[in-house]
Every structure is written in C-alpha cells, then in structure tokens.
C-alpha cells in the first residue's frame, strides 16, 4: 500500500486494501484517512473520499514553509517539492516574479520564504485555492508577495517581470504568449508540460520559441520532475527571453 503524509492527513493511493482504517490512524498519527482518485479541472479540484475522520483541513511543512490546505478542496502535489525549492533558490535580490497558476502558494511561499523578491505576483482561478494563498501569505508572514483571484490569460499581461513560473501542465502552452509578452527583456521562464521523452529534447522548447516572435530564445535547463505516465515526462524548461 503507498501513502503520504500531509499534515495530519494520510492519503491513500487508489489500490488500498479493505483495511482498519482506525488503526492505520493511530499508527501514522493522522486525524483522517483519504483517498483521493484524480484532479478534475482547470481550477485543479479533487475527487476524493474520506475513508476514517471527518477533518479534511490541515497544515502540511515543507522546506521550512507553512502550508495550510483542505485536502477536500485544492490539490497537493508531493512530487515537486524539490523542483519548489529549486525555483525560490534560482530568484535573485529585487526580481519581479510571477507565478501563473499559483494554486495555494506552492511556488509563491518559498520564494518569498527563502529569496527576497521585489514582488511575487500569484495569480489564481480557483477561489478556493486563492482562499488558502492568502491564508498561506499570512501564515509565513510574507509581505513581498500579492495574490489575485483570477484568469492567467487575462491577468499576466497586466505586470512585467524578470521571471515567470508556469507550474501548470495541462495545455500550459496556450498561456506561453502572454507569459513571453510579460517577461523583461533577458527574463527566465521556468515552463511545465508533459511530453513524451523521445520529445523532450525538442517540443517544450521549439513551443517556446513558436510563441517568442522575433525574441531570442536561450534553453537554460530541462529538468525532469517525475513520471507521469508510461513512457511521458512531467518537465521543467528554463529559458530566458532576450
């Protein structure tokens, strides 16, 4: 049976066996017990059932930031918690920086954590995740970062800034233009997608360039994140823009 911790609530992968749900509990220290079956949608919501407790909320640490989340509501992604850590690591003093896609803050809280930002700009659909990136901005007692409630495709072209993350992987690339459009002349892309890996080395970046005009395109990094099906990557693109 494979598990993580969130918190004080275990999930569940979808092949669990008939179990003692209680006692798994009281073993792993959690209040609940979940199963969540997929993410649905581009607000990223859960599908999900409670399998022992009842509270679905918690607060989850990870690389020295807080975190709160209901598990019922917005998506946790265990996987990249390197790749977050790699991001806060990579700004510079005084950088403008957007997060498109921002979810609860999981690339936003570490920048403003461990960098120190002129400005983070996490921009956000879903309500409910935007509810707990303000929660999480209050929690880590950060001041350089601003959350707003809305369309990346309508709200990016609104900021310019020297780096832009696209923590996203489902038709990321239709939000490329307007996230090129917003970067400062040398600014860095960090863009997720997920491609076959006989493409790796090919479509993340020719897609990039489709969308760069007449804009120089330099490839910094591929980085790998996972698997995310047979035989498909969940990749990273570092560019910078000129």
Request: net charge positive.
């Amino acid at each position: 049976m494979k598990y993580k911790k969130i918190g004080d609530i275990l999930i569940l992968d979808n092949k669990y066996p008939n179990d003692d749900f209680e006692a798994l509990s009281k073993k792993h220290n959690v209040k609940t017990v979940m199963k969540i079956d997929h993410i649905q949608g581009t607000k990223r919501e859960p599908v999900y059932k409670i399998l022992y407790g009842s509270e679905t909320e918690t607060i989850n640490k990870e690389n020295g930031c807080l975190f709160k989340l209901d598990l019922s509501k917005v998506m946790w992604s265990k996987g990249n918690n390197n790749e977050r850590l790699r991001i806060a690591k990579l700004v510079e003093d005084n950088e403008t920086v957007i997060d498109m896609f921002a979810g609860i803050g999981y690339f936003s809280i570490p920048i403003g954590v461990h960098s120190n930002p002129k400005q983070v700009y996490a921009i956000e659909l879903n309500p409910n995740s935007h509810y707990y990136l303000c929660e999480n901005i209050k929690l880590n007692k950060l001041d350089n970062v601003t959350p707003i409630l809305g369309d990346c495709m309508v709200e990016t072209p609104k900021f310019k800034a020297d780096r832009i993350v696209m923590g996203y992987v489902k038709t990321t690339h239709h939000y490329l233009k307007v996230a090129i459009d917003s970067l400062n002349n040398g600014g860095i892309i960090h863009y997720h997608e997920t491609v076959p890996e006989k493409l790796i080395q090919t479509r993340p970046i020719e897609r990039i360039k489709s969308q760069a005009g007449d804009r120089e395109v330099e490839l910094l990094k591929i980085n790998k994140i996972k698997k995310y099906a047979p035989g498909v990557e969940h990749v990273v693109i570092d560019a910078r823009i000129n």
